[in-house]
């Protein structure tokens, strides 16, 4: 028996318990508590919680639509086609709350493959619902779009919800400073030529003030406008070295540009914007509330 917005709706105890882990839980914690305050007879299955006396309280925070979408997917309720359109996308967020909060992992998981399939649901909208109750995937998944989305690019929806994660925004806009001074520093850290290639016509200590050294300055500058344009996120840094391998270096010797590229291929500094995207993710995944997905 459970109470939905002061109205006792009956439902197999034993059904639900089999689904959802955590109301298993909280029903043993429930009796286990009254048993030694001594407030009912264990004894007496009128006691329990769950029963027509002692009725789970879905407390204020749960709407009757919200717990109808949970007892319908698990078929405690008169079937029902599953809805169209927006009622599937209430009904699916619906299900997703109440999943998470009674620990049924294969609803949350339906919910959440379900809510995938649905147009129209912005990245925001899933990482909120995350946030809300943990669905790591889709940190994962939406992270690395709003850190590679320039904040002035969200729409006013989006800014507003993130408006409303002081969080995440910090750690979006923290990763996306951090992202833009790593493109300065590679922009300006032009690999040097040193004496340039053994097979570089120019080889030798004067190869620094050759026309060479020269061509491959001019040449790191433009390729590295690429990363810097317009500001700050249109090329993503995991793709600038094939963008690299592809760029005209003209004027630079093909020996001293073979030699420089492998030196720049060796310092892997083009994977520092993916790495610090994996720690940002892994910070927000850690924040996620606890529940059938961020436990298992
Ligand atoms: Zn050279």
Known sequence: MTNIENKL????????????DGLKDLLSILSLSRSQTGSGDTADPMSQAGTFNNPIDMGPTVSKEESYA????IKLLEWKPTPEAENKRVFLFALLKIAHKWGCASAMRYAAKEIDSLDGIRPFDKLQLSLSYGVPQ??????????????????????????NSPFL?????????????????IAIGVPPLHEGAPSCRYYGINHKSSLCNRAWNEGWW?????????????????????????????????ACRDEALDVV????????????????????????????????
């Not at 949970?70 to 997917?73: A, G, M, R």
């Not at 925004?169 to 300065?184: G, K, M, V």
């Not at 291929?265 to 910070?283: A, M, N, P, Q, Y």
């Open 70 to 73: 949970f007892l319908n997917y």
């Open 169 to 185: 925004y910090s750690l979006i806009a923290e990763a996306q400073i951090a992202i833009s001074n790593e493109r300065r520093q």
């Open 138 to 163: 889709w940190i994962d998944r939406y992270i690395p779009y709003f850190i590679q989305t320039p904040i002035y690019k969200y729409s006013d929806n989006d800014k507003t919800l993130l408006k």
């Open 222 to 254: 433009n390729f590295s406008k690429e990363l810097l344009r317009p500001y700050p996120f249109e090329t993503r840094l995991e793709d600038a070295w094939s963008i690299l391998q592809e760029f005209e270096f003209r004027g630079v010797t093909k």
């Open 9 to 20: 709706v009956q439902v197999a105890t034993c059904r639900l318990e089999n689904v959802a």
């Open 265 to 296: 291929e060796e310092s892997k500094e083009f994977d520092g914007e993916k790495e610090l995207i994996r720690e940002v993710c892994s910070k927000v995944r850690a924040e996620l509330p606890m529940g059938p997905l961020t436990i298992s």
